[in-house]
Structure formats: structure tokens, C-alpha cells
């Protein structure tokens, strides 16, 4: 790392253009003592002199020793070095360029000496930049203070040279300004009287400047009691001569100052990306924020493109570049920075520096050996110009910062896969994050390297590789040069190759490291530090299409904090995306490599880490569950290595919407503890989410989870009572989706491994499921009689909401089969035992139940007081799937009382349900009823 000092201003230091800290005021001054004799010998009796003036201690040198050891340790490693010589001095080896003083020296020189006018207004102005304000500030000693002195003499000559150079240029209504302030600070000097005067009169204001001259003569008469010098007094008379020779003329071989070379117009763009495709919303957002350069300064003048290796950064900078040279009269200039070079180490800004600087026209004797000072002509030879400086995969913010233009005119564009949050914080500058390209824009690419014609001979192949490549440019680019290369294969060939997750990352090559995806991705990795390189590896495997906060802690067995440090930095690494707050996933093809990269490491550390999480789903989600359903009798959780996990749910809203977050993780989570032999870890998540499925109505998603676990339970051999109930879930869900003949079978198995276990509650409500199958058959006095059967035993158990759930089952038969009065008095009763426990959902289903009763008895105000009721409950418990029961209710109520307007509101809100459950044959029916009102909604 290059380390800068400064001393034209507040005594500091800089390491990469950052500034650190110098230690104390004592220290500070100590430092720079050495610095103004850089590279000398200095005795310690004078450094004390120097940092301590006549305040200095008793025990000066041994004090100085102190101070001498820490700037030893905090310069060590950086091309400077602190050595003791000769007994008591001390020597500061550190190249004269990183100091400002003596860079301001050396530019000072060579702008005097420069042949030509431009060159020596250029050098003057970068020594003159030096300056920061008062040299060594807060450095009050007698040798700080005659240092000052000089130093502040040597500032005003050169500003003096400058202005006389500026002058030569015809720059004078450039000057006029500074010069006026200038002689009212030195009001007796002659050269600023001459400056002024020339600059005054060549702006047409001859009066004033001899107005001027009379000023200063009469001020030296009265101050000093002399008469201006000789150069004053013949300016004075040239200008009552209007003299030709004052007015500019331009230089000419003939003058001292050749003519400069006209400055070359460097135009170093890689070609235009032929095979670019779309990117129409991307383009848009860099023409909206890249205005034309005169369009002021308040305008942003560096630009972030951002994205996972392959996405295409560098692509669409070009593309847009390319059509924009317009805006770019002076050119552009390009550097690869190889921040992510599969085949070598990031550029070296100051090797870059170098290749700005001879693109720019400077001759190689005049490119400065110090960094800083190749940074600083670099800035003085865009600052007018306007121009492109595209960057190219930068490796952070550091690489970026010497290579930036000083003034407004110029557009820095920079791509990396880092989200250089850094420029984003010093410069303002706006960031664009780079996405995989949409289908259509993928197709595209195959289509221009293949034609349509071999496209639409193989339309599944197509769809294939377009779902392995997942929109990645650099992977669609790849596939499209292998099938290019073989024009006679089928791409169902290639399309073969890459459904093989083992070998989809080696068929996405074509040779070289440029074109290797895993090499792409792999010199991402090679940017993490090991610990974050190892939550990249856990998270690949990781069951789910994306992740939460808490569930990546569990995972990596990291506290929340550090968890959000790590996901943090891959997120800046664009190797994971947080798509919604909170929530994060990988693309494809990087999750592959990501999982790859879990496999070289020791299979139990990985394991540990999946099983930690599958362990927390499953707890969390038993917790969950809780919330949701306090009066089901609960299954026994195993004991629980997630930490905290008990303690992230709160109510039952949370409960949901966390189910509603991880429900497709939960589904993975639960293939993923049945493929490692861990049914016990499957049934425990089956059975937590039934109450989810039920209120969303994922039903299928119940299904298909509950068989699988059934046949992990009886494979392994567990305990009748678990298969029972696994068989009623099952069973259960069968009867909703319709499917009788499979119902009656589980809920049969499931009844007899109850009675085998004298598993009272079981049977009891295996009996409840199994009315609930004969109502869906209209068996009503069949269902009537499981339900009779349910109720006898559950009034033996001591569970109020399981009896009050029985008592409404009863009046539910009794009114289906027609006997309304006695089926009320049943469900009065259960409606009673509901609110006395507060069991929401058993008072819901009865006051289903009693407006059925009151609907059909022709008691309407009471029907729909029940079922408003009713609704409120459902959507106060989340239970989307018995909402849209209760409104299709709801709608055959308004109908019978002659109201059809509200009748076709709460019919239309039912059907939008059912069919979001895929509820086929509820929907139709509905539809029909809608169809009658005299408007059917659309498909």
C-alpha cells in the first residue's frame, strides 16, 4: 500500500488515498521535522528543537526516543523507513514524490524550466495544488515558524510565475479577478502592480490600470520614499503609448516557447458487444442519470455497475458507451482492472496511470516515478476535457480512487462484482445492480447465434438449456458457441449434458478461463476471507430456494449479528441477492458451484450445518403451530439444537406470516430430512404445517408431504400411534380433495392402529374424519353416526374444545339430514363451550353450522348475523381456505333475501378463493351461481 505525507497544510498522512491517523500533535511535528529533510541525516538534538521549541522538556531526546518508536511501527511495511544513524541522528527514507512539500519543489522547478507556455501553466498549477492550506498548521515553534515564512514565499513566487505565464497565454480576464485581491494583500508589490496593470488594460480599462500605477507610486513615496523600478515605469508608458507589443500575440516557432503538440484524442473502447441483447430498462437508467457534460455540475460523474461474474457488466457499459461517443468529443479512455482475473492479480492503479498518461500525449521523460504525482498530472490533463473513462472489473474501491478525474467534465463508468459501497459513500455515486436477463431476452441470444430455424426444430431441447443457463449471459454465450461449433448435433445433445447437476459447471466451457464459468465464479470466492467463504459453501446445499435471516444464523451456528456481517459481504460479492428484506438466494448456477465448493470441505462439517437448519425448521414451525392451534393435542418434540428458535415467534400473526415466508423452504427442509433417513425430522414438520395448509388451502402441498412421510414412518418402523395419525392427516386431506375411495382407506388403517393403541382421542376423531368423508358422498345418516360415535367418546376425555367440536359435528348431520330444531340445540351448546375456552376456530365452524340452520329454517337476519360472523373469525385466524366457504354462504343468504348486488360481491370474492385453491369444482359452482345474478365473471 503507497503512503503519502502532507505538510502544505495540516501535518498528515494518507495510505491509498485514505487518511490515517498520525498520532498526537507532538508526534505530528516530529514526523514532519523529518519529512522537510527527507532522506538527510537529523540529529536528535535538532528534531527536539524543531518539535519542541523552547517548551521543550528537561529530558527532550529521551522523550524524542518515544515518539520515534511509534511513527518506526506505524510506517513499517510501506516503502519508508526510520532509521537511528551515527550514533544520535535519525534518517527518513521515503521518496521525495509521496511528500508534498518536495513534490511541491519539483514541479515548482520543472514548470519553470518548462519550453512551452501550456506545459508550464500545467506543472505550475499541480505544484500550486499541493498546497492545503497553512503550511505545517498547529505547529507553533520558532522553526515551524520560519519554515512557514519560507514556504509562504515560495507559494506566492510560483503563484506569481503562474499568473505571468497565464498572462503570456492571453489569460488575462481569466486573472483579473485574482489579481485584484492580490494587490490589495500586497499592495507595495511591483510585479502584482505590473499584473494587474497588463491584465486591466488588455481588458480595455486603461484608466484603471494607470490609475493603478498612480496608486502604487504614490504609496511607495509615503511608505518607503522611493519611486516605482524601471519595468513599472516603462509598463507605465507603453501603456499611455497604447503600445502594440502589450497586446497577446500568438506563440510562434519563432518566440521562446515552441507550440505545443495538439493534444491527442485517445479513443481506447474495447468493440461494440455484437451479440448484445436487450437491457432495454438498464440503458434507460444510465441515459437518465448520465446527462451531457455541460449540462452543470451537479450532475453525478461516476457510475456503479454491479452483478454476479457472467451477468454482463461489462457488455451493456460498452454497449451503451458505443452509442453514446457523441457525448465524448475528447475520447475515452478504458482500463481492465482484472479485479477478477481467473489467470492473475488485480491492474496496479499506477500502471494504469501510466497508460492514461501516454494516451494522453505526455512524453515518457514527464510521466512522474511517484504515484501520487502521476495521479495529480492525470487530473490536470482531463480536468477540462470531456471525456469516458470506463473502468472495468474493479476489485473494490481502493483500485478505483487514484484512477478518478478531479473535475465535472469527465463520465467514470466502473463495473465489478463488488458493490464498491465505498465510492457510493465518498463520491456519491449511483449503483446499478445487473440481473439475469428475462426469457425472451435469453431466447434471443440463442437465436442470433443459432437462427430460428434450428431453434424451432427443437423447442424442448431450447427450453432446456434456457432453464440450466437461468438467464446468466456469460452461460447462454457458452451454450451458444457449443452448438455454433457443432452444427449438425441435436441440442438435445447439449440440453442431456447440462440436466447433469455433477457435470453442469464442466459443460459450461469452451476452453478457455475467460469462458469458464467455475473459473468466473471461482475468483469471486477468491476475494471472501475463510469465514465467509465458508458460509458461501454451507448456503449452497442449503434446503430451500432462499433463505431468511434467522434461518442462516441457525445454519452457519453464528449469532444474528455476525450472520447479517456475512450475508452482508455476499451480497456485496453479488453471490447472493437479498430479493426482499430479510430474504436471500443465489443464482443457479452459482448456488451449483456454491455446493460444489461444500463438497471439498469434510462431509460431517457440512451435514452439521444442513442438519442445524432442518432442525430449526422443524422447531420453529412445532412452535408455530402451537400459536395457531393451541387446542390440538401436540405431538412430542424432539429436544432442539437450534438456539433460540422458541423465541422468534410471538403470536399467532407472526406465525403465519413466517409460515407464509418459509413455507417453500419448510416443503424442502422436509424432502430434504426424508433423503437423509430422518423421518422422524419429516414427520415433525408434516405435522406442524397441517394447520397452515388448511387455512391456505395447499392442500395438493399436504398431500403430497403426508404421503411421503407415511411411507418414511412405516419403512422405519414407528410406533402405531405415529402411523395412525399420519394415516387420518392424510386420510383427511383425501376427503377435501374429493378423493373418497382413498380417504375411506387411510381414515379405516387410521382407525384400527387407534383401537390397537387404545388411542381414545384418535379414534375419536378418526371417526369425525370419517363423517366428514360420508358427507362429501351426501350419506348424511352415515356421517351422522361416525359423528354420534365421535361425540360419546370425546364427553369421556376432559378436552372442552374436542366435545364442542363433536356437539357441532352432531348438529351439523341433524340439520342436513333435515331435523333443525335438534341440531341448533346441539350447536348452542357447542357454540358455548367455544367462547367459554376461547376456541375461535370450533366457533367459527358453529356458527357455520347455526347459519346453515337459520338459512334453511327461512330465519334470514339470523343466517347472515352467523355467517358475518363467522367470516370475521376466519379472516381474524388467517383460514383463507373456510373464507371462502363462508362466503359463498354469505352469497346464497343475499340472494334469499332478494339482494343480489351483495349476493354478487361476496360470490365474486369466493370464487377469486377457489380458485387461487385450485378448487375446481367449488369455483364451477359458483361461476354457475354468478352466471344466474345476470354477470359471469371471466376465466
Known sequence: MAVSFGVLGPIEVWRDGVPVNAGPALQRRVLAALLVDANQLVSADALVDRAWGTAGPRSGVRALYGYISRLRRALEGHDVSLTREEGSGYRLRVSPQAVDLHRFHHLLEQGRAAPADEEAEALLEAALGSWRGEAFAGADTPWFNAQRDVL??????????????????????????????????????????????????????????????????????????????????????????????????????????PPRASRPVPRQLPPWPATFVGRDRELAALDGLFKEPAEGGGRPTIFTIGGTGGVGKSWLALHWAHQHLDRFPDGQLYAALYGFDPAGEPEPPDR?????????????????????????LYRSLVADRRMLILLDNARDADQIRPLLPGGATCLVLVTSRSHLAGLTTTHGSPHLTLDTLPDPEAREVLTRALGHDRLAAEPDAVGALLRRCAGLPLALGIVAARAAAQPHFPLAELAEELDDATGRLDALTVGDLATDLRAVFETSCRALDAPTAQAFAFLGPAPGPDIGLHSAAALLGTPLARTRAVL????????????????????????????????????????????????????????????????????????????????????????????????????????????????GQAWRLAWALDTFHWRRGLLPDRMTMLGATLAALDAAGEEPATRALARRLLGRTHVALGRHDEALARLRQALTLFEEAEDAAGTAQTHLNLALAWEQQRDDAQALMHALQNLRIRETLDSPPREAEALNAVGWYHARLGHHQEGRAFCERALTLCRRDHFLEGEAFTLDSLGYIAHHSGRYAAALDHYRQALALRRELGDAYEEADALACLGDVYQSLGRPAEARRARSQALALYRDQRRDAEAERTRALLASLGRTPTR
Not at 163 to 175: F, Q
Not at 357 to 370: I, M, R
Not at 631 to 636: A, D, G, N, Y
Request: charged share 25%.
Open 152 to 257: 509562504d514565499g515560495e507559494r506566492f513566487a510560483a503563484q506569481l510565475d503562474l499568473t505571468e505565464v497565464r498572462l503570456r497565454l492571453a489569460k488575462h480576464a481569466l486573472v483579473l479577478t485574482e489579481l485584484s485581491g492580490r494587490a490589495e494583500a500586497h499592495p507595495l508589490d511591483e510585479r502584482v502592480a505590473g499584473h494587474l496593470m497588463l491584465a486591466l488594460y488588455r481588458c480595455g480599462r486603461q484608466a484603471e490600470a494607470l490609475a493603478c500605477h498612480e496608486r502604487l507610486r504614490r504609496d511607495l513615496a509615503t511608505e518607503l520614499g522611493i519611486d516605482p523600478g524601471a519595468p513599472l515605469r516603462r509598463l507605465h508608458q507603453q501603456i499611455l503609448a497604447a503600445d502594440p507589443a502589450l497586446h497577446p500575440a500568438p506563440i510562434t516557432p519563432a518566440t521562446s516557447r
Open 352 to 376: 494504469v496511470l501510466r497508460g492514461f498518461l501516454d494516451a494522453l500525449g505526455t512524453p515518457p521523460q514527464e510521466v512522474p516515478a511517484d504515484a501520487e504525482a502521476r495521479a495529480g
Open 568 to 679: 452482508r459481504a455476499l451480497e456485496a460479492a453479488h453471490l447472493v441477492q437479498q430479493h426482499t428484506p430479510g430474504r436471500y438466494r443465489m443464482h443457479n448456477l452459482v448456488r451449483l458451484y456454491a455446493t460444489e465448493r461444500g463438497q471439498d470441505r469434510p462431509g460431517d462439517i457440512g451435514d452439521a450445518a444442513s442438519l442445524r437448519l432442518a432442525d430449526f425448521y422443524a422447531h420453529t414451525a412445532y412452535d408455530g403451530d402451537r400459536l395457531l392451534s393451541p387446542q390440538l393435542t401436540p405431538i412430542e418434540p424432539s429436544p432442539s439444537e437450534a438456539a433460540g428458535a422458541r423465541s422468534l415467534l410471538g403470536d399467532a400473526t407472526a406465525a403465519m406470516a413466517w409460515f407464509e415466508a418459509e413455507h417453500h423452504c419448510l416443503l424442502a427442509a422436509h424432502h430434504f430430512a426424508l433423503e437423509r433417513g430422518l423421518p
